[in-house]
């Protein structure tokens, strides 16, 4: 069982960054691939990007290209996202996800955070 656990959401303006965190709980971190996902209002869960077992390589939805940076810290259990040039459409409950490789993540994750929100104003 890996247990997730997301921080770091919240309001900021258009155009400011956040950070996002999400602990985990397992011996075996450095065993899974890690991503993001979001859910804005009235919309499905999308996906946001994704990292390797071992840092790399990154993958990312289109719409975060250049904006988004996925990376972890194995040592600490944890795994990040940076967030700059934040747009109103990125306003979203952000998921942390852990899956066995990062196809398993892009289809179904194995195990899901219960979400942090980010809320960006215009």
Not at 12 to 33: H, I, K, M
Not at 61 to 89: C, H, W
Not at 107 to 115: I, K, S, V
């Amino acid at each position: 069982q890996v247990q997730l656990v997301e921080s770091g959401g919240g309001l900021v303006q258009a155009g400011g960054s956040l950070r996002l965190s999400c602990a985990a709980s397992t011996r075996t971190f450095s065993s899974y691939a890690l991503g993001w996902f979001r859910q804005g209002p009235g919309k499905e869960r999308e996906f946001v990007a994704t990292i390797g077992w071992n840092g790399g390589p990154a993958h990312y939805a289109d719409f975060v290209k250049g904006r988004f940076t996925i990376s972890r810290d194995n040592g600490k259990n944890m795994v990040y996202l940076q967030m700059n040039g934040l747009k109103p459409e990125d306003t979203a409950v952000y998921y942390c996800a852990a899956g066995l490789s990062q196809v398993v993540i892009r289809r179904t994750p194995d195990y899901w955070g219960r979400g942090t929100q980010v809320t960006v104003s215009s």
